[in-house]
């Protein structure tokens, strides 16, 4: 779904400067080259109308990552479903969700992640920046039967995670201060509180409470506009936007989980 000028080589994706269609959706199919030289494919979605935007893979162990940007609400929801271990009595698959703030100009804008079109499908993308490792302490629950008032959308991407949605506390006093209903919030044990309260690779009791942690890295992503300048008859320069700018950053979240039987990834790390 991208086409047009490349004005910066083979890797670019360019933005369209046909107007988006009438629903304002589109939908785009990226390979993207893994930091361990593997080939994914992510599927990129955006809805303007929605003003909403979504990046979604495969990683080779079956776990399925979204990232869903919402910015009519200034908010970014998380999604790990990870396959789960029947032997060891797991359930076929766990949900988790981690809600945080979008920042402003983090993501380019849905109304451009729209227009994303690429010249060649088969192309293998790399991300031109490297956004590196930002840790998260999600030391609080959400409630899924209010979470729509953090965003609409979490009543769709979150449905699995009923339990397992969570939030960090600087991000519900923001939110607090909007006016959100905070019985929607629940602060989770804390080491600070709990000094028996590890790590859960530290425990070897997979009934032990536990704190658990759960890296993800989203590989490739539109995270800025890029601007070319363009000069009149006249001599007037005026700029335009003319492609995007891709990202890798990836994400450690900590949260508490009531024993280590849901969090057995730890024992891998």
């Known amino acids: 779904m991208y086409s047009g000028l490349c004005p910066w080589g083979s890797l670019c994706l360019l933005l369209?400067?046909?107007?988006?269609?009438?629903?304002?959706?589109?939908?785009?199919?990226?390979?993207v080259r893994l930091q361990d030289g593997r080939v994914?494919?992510?599927?990129?979605?955006?809805?303007?109308?929605?003003?909403c935007s979504s990046v979604e893979y495969r990683k080779e162990d079956g776990t399925v990552i979204t990232l869903l940007a919402d910015y009519r609400q200034g908010v970014k929801i998380f999604r790990a479903l990870i396959l789960g271990?029947?032997?060891?009595g797991q359930n076929q698959f766990q949900a988790l969700c981690f809600v945080t703030?979008?920042?402003?100009?983090?993501?380019?804008?849905?109304?451009?992640m729209a227009k994303l079109r690429q010249k060649n499908p088969r192309t293998v993308r790399q991300a031109e920046e490297l956004r590196g490792l930002?840790?998260?302490?999600?030391?609080?629950?959400?409630?899924?039967?209010?979470?729509g008032q953090l965003s609409s959308h979490m009543y769709n991407i979150c449905s699995e995670a009923r339990e397992a949605i969570y939030t960090r506390e600087a991000d519900v006093?923001?939110?607090?201060?909007?006016?959100?209903?905070?019985?929607?919030?629940?602060?989770?044990?804390?080491?600070?509180?709990?000094?028996?309260?590890?790590?859960?690779k530290l425990w070897s009791d997979r009934w032990k409470p536990c704190i658990c942690t759960y890296n993800?890295?989203?590989?490739?992503?539109?995270?800025?506009?890029?601007?070319?300048?363009?000069?009149d008859s006249a001599g007037k320069v005026s700029s335009y936007k003319c492609g995007i700018r891709s990202c890798q950053k990836s994400y450690s979240f900590d949260y508490y989980v009531s024993q280590k039987q849901l969090c057995l990834w730890d024992e891998e790390t």
């Open 16 to 31: 369209s400067l046909l107007a988006a269609s009438l629903l304002g959706r589109a939908e785009l199919q990226v390979r």
């Open 40 to 51: 994914t494919e992510e599927w990129l979605q955006a809805d303007s109308e929605q003003d």
């Open 85 to 88: 271990e029947l032997e060891k």
């Open 101 to 112: 703030r979008l920042n402003h100009n983090e993501i380019i804008p849905s109304e451009s």
């Open 134 to 147: 930002e840790r998260l302490s999600m030391d609080v629950a959400v409630n899924f039967s209010k979470g």
């Open 173 to 200: 006093r923001f939110w607090l201060e909007k006016g959100v209903d905070g019985s929607m919030f629940e602060v989770l044990p804390q080491s600070a509180d709990l000094p028996d309260l590890l790590h859960c």
């Open 216 to 231: 993800l890295t989203i590989e490739w992503y539109p995270c800025m506009l890029k601007y070319c300048k363009n000069r």
